[in-house]
């Protein structure tokens, strides 16, 4: 161990001030989300509410006129499921083409790479009248398929399975084993935590995702989180802690599955350098 | 759905020689397109086959209410209407304009990366906070900041009067500040981004060099130009990269936050293209614009893969 120093003590203290101010939005949302919609917009800005009305707000949110437990099922489902089936077939792509000799590999990949390129909304057009066609427009399974349809987690899987030293693949093979049972077996289990930082990172972008709900969806009985409070806010009109008590309610769960799992959140940014 | 190979395939053809390598890669041919294929033909249906219709669409003047009847070829006529039509004009230069957040957000962030790094504790603490806009969606950061930006009794506002301020600006409401009001926004949510990535960077500095610099008698200062700078090059390379590629997608944030307004000063590409598409219905417009996008969004990968070797330097 150091000795603490001074200067550190210091640096930290001038951060810690830096960083309070950064999240400062974040605390006032949380803050106007348990006053009396009276005093949301008085200054100064009383951090610690003189009047709490949490109870209500959050009443109003869960238990009001937007069914919004709906929306989060709704939303848990598409979000559980774009992940799995994302996390399966990128998973079992990148082993495909790292650990796999076959005719046309590397071409091929290269394909897949440059797509990854292509803008969402430059394909939203066709994307859309391929779903009204194949009646998949406004259902669950057409955003389902449409976030795993990215390459990004087949790209990301592909350099761990790399660093997966052939020998061991080429003894398993001596061994009579398939790439299916190698894959499962041997591989899946050396690149766990790439596969976990790829599921965060999946999860919350599909949770968070409007843009998709928005273009897909026209049944209000299947919308997501994201459109939910979206008409939440615009049914609430301008009670301001109405619409923070729906904020803080969309990103609460995240909130917490990015504090449980931080670790491979922010190394998997950092080690994949990834955005969503 | 995958082939188990049978236990006993490569045993049976175990001899060495030509016949079993020769069923081996047989086998390898098949299992490596099984094992892509549900990733092939999702990636190929949702992505590869709509980018192609999109370039055919954008030469036709259709729109995808009146059928397959109403589809007819125009040429050029799509783009050349995109050079004279000035929404577009105004949507790909605010585009241009908010590149500017960039560079904004990577210098904080490097700052803040270098203290972070060698000058503070609680170093998880403080990833985690920075952090903590990457994770939250944007509708909720919209509509909190529609809250925050509030003309008359926002808090921003009251804060900026209660220390002398007589107008403070009407941020989302001016269509002269809407922009930068968005773009502050953005520096906000991207800075986690960018100093995890610095972070990163940092941590692969070898700290021998720091300790001869120390030993040759160099300011902290200078260390951090003369060594930090330069090595991090590759890392501010690729944050420029994505922030500009990543600049050119945010959708749901104009969407929820300005829809564009007030007078299309906060209008961007793929907004636009969004209004085209489906509330003016011109699938046509509207595929030439992507396919611009496209272009666009080229062009700065071009640039990166011939400026990766020329400017990073190391």
Redesign the interface.
Same mark, same amino acid.
């Given at each position: 161990m150091r000795s603490i120093k001074l200067?550190?003590?210091i640096? !930290?203290l001038f951060?810690g001030v830096?960083?309070i101010l950064? #999240?400062m939005?974040?605390l006032?949302?949380l803050s106007?989300s348990f006053k009396p919609e009276l005093d949301? @917009?008085k200054?100064?800005?009383q951090w610690i509410p003189a009047k709490w009305n949490m109870v209500e707000n959050y009443k109003q949110v869960w238990a009001g006129a937007v069914p919004f437990t709906l929306y989060y099922w709704n939303s848990a489902k598409v979000t559980l499921m774009s992940t799995a089936l994302s996390l399966?077939?990128?998973a @079992?792509?990148a082993?495909? +083409?790292s650990k796999?000799? +076959?005719?046309g590999?590397d071409s091929?990949f290269i394909?897949?790479l440059a !797509?990854f390129?292509?803008?969402?909304?430059?394909?939203?057009?066709?994307? +859309? #009248?391929?779903y009204?066609w194949l009646g998949l427009f406004d259902s669950h399974i057409g955003l389902v398929?449409?976030a795993?349809?990215g390459?990004l987690g !087949?790209f990301l899987l592909r350099q761990f399975f790399l660093g997966i030293h052939d020998e061991i693949i080429e003894s398993a093979?001596i061994d009579?084993a398939?790439?299916?049972?190698i894959?499962s077996r041997i591989a899946l289990p050396l690149v766990q935590p790439a596969l976990a930082t790829y599921m965060i990172l999946r999860f #919350?972008w599909t949770?968070?995702?409007?843009?998709n709900p928005?273009?897909f969806l026209r049944s209000d009985s299947l919308f997501t989180l994201?459109l939910g #409070?979206?008409k939440f806010?615009d049914f609430s009109g301008e009670f301001?802690s109405l @619409?923070?008590a729906?904020?803080v309610s969309?990103?609460l769960p995240?909130?917490i599955i990015?504090?449980i799992g931080?670790?491979q959140?922010?190394e998997g940014?950092? @080690?994949g350098?990834v955005?969503g | 759905m995958e082939v188990i190979p049978e236990e006993g395939t490569i045993k049976r053809y175990g001899k060495p020689g030509t016949g079993r390598m020769r069923k081996q890669s047989f086998y390898d041919n098949i299992a490596g397109y099984l094992f892509i294929s549900p990733m092939l033909i999702l990636t190929t249906t949702l992505v590869i086959i709509p980018i192609l219709l999109s370039g055919v669409i954008s030469f036709s003047n259709w729109n995808f209410v009146s059928g397959l009847e109403g589809f007819q070829l125009v040429g050029l006529d799509n783009y050349t209407r995109l050079m004279q039509d000035e929404s577009f004009h105004r949507s790909l230069i605010n585009n241009l304009i908010m590149i500017a957040v960039v560079p904004v957000a990577m210098f904080l962030a490097l700052v803040l990366a270098a203290l972070i790094n060698k000058a503070t504790y609680f170093k998880t603490f403080f990833k985690v906070i920075y952090f903590m806009p990457f994770i939250s969606s944007f509708v909720a950061i919209a509509l909190l900041w529609r809250v925050l930006y509030h003309p008359n009794n926002g808090p921003i506002n009251g804060f900026l009067r209660s220390i002398g301020v007589e107008n403070p600006p009407l941020w989302l409401a001016d269509p002269k500040f809407a922009l930068i009001s968005v773009m502050i926004i953005m520096v906000w949510t991207s800075l986690g981004f960018n100093m995890v990535i610095y972070l990163a960077g940092l941590q692969n500095i070898s700290r021998d060099l720091y300790e001869a610099a120390d030993v040759d008698g160099a300011s902290p200062l200078r260390q951090f130009f003369r060594i930090t700078l330069p090595l991090l090059s590759p890392t501010s390379f690729f944050l420029l990269i994505t922030g500009i590629v990543g600049s050119f997608k945010v959708f749901d944030l104009i969407m929820v936050l300005t829809g564009g307004g007030p007078a299309g000063s906060t209008s961007v590409i793929v907004f636009y293209l969004y209004e085209v598409a489906f509330i003016n219905l011109e699938s046509g417009y509207a595929s030439a614009m992507g396919i611009i996008l496209l272009m666009l969004i080229l062009l700065v990968t071009l640039i990166q893969w011939v400026g990766q070797k020329k400017w990073v330097n190391y």
């Open positions: 200067s550190r003590v640096v !930290t951060m830096a960083g950064f #999240i939005p974040f006032w949302m106007a949301v @917009m200054y100064p800005i399966t077939i990128s @079992m792509a082993y495909g +083409f796999i000799v +076959f005719k590999r091929l394909v897949v !797509t390129m292509i803008p969402t909304q430059a394909i939203l057009v066709p994307q +859309f #009248i391929m009204r398929l449409l795993a349809s390459v !087949t093979r009579a398939g790439h299916w049972t894959f #919350i949770w968070n995702d409007y843009q928005l273009i994201q #409070i979206r806010a301001y @619409m923070m729906g904020a969309a990103i995240l909130l990015f504090i931080q670790k959140v922010i940014v950092a @080690m350098s955005k | -």
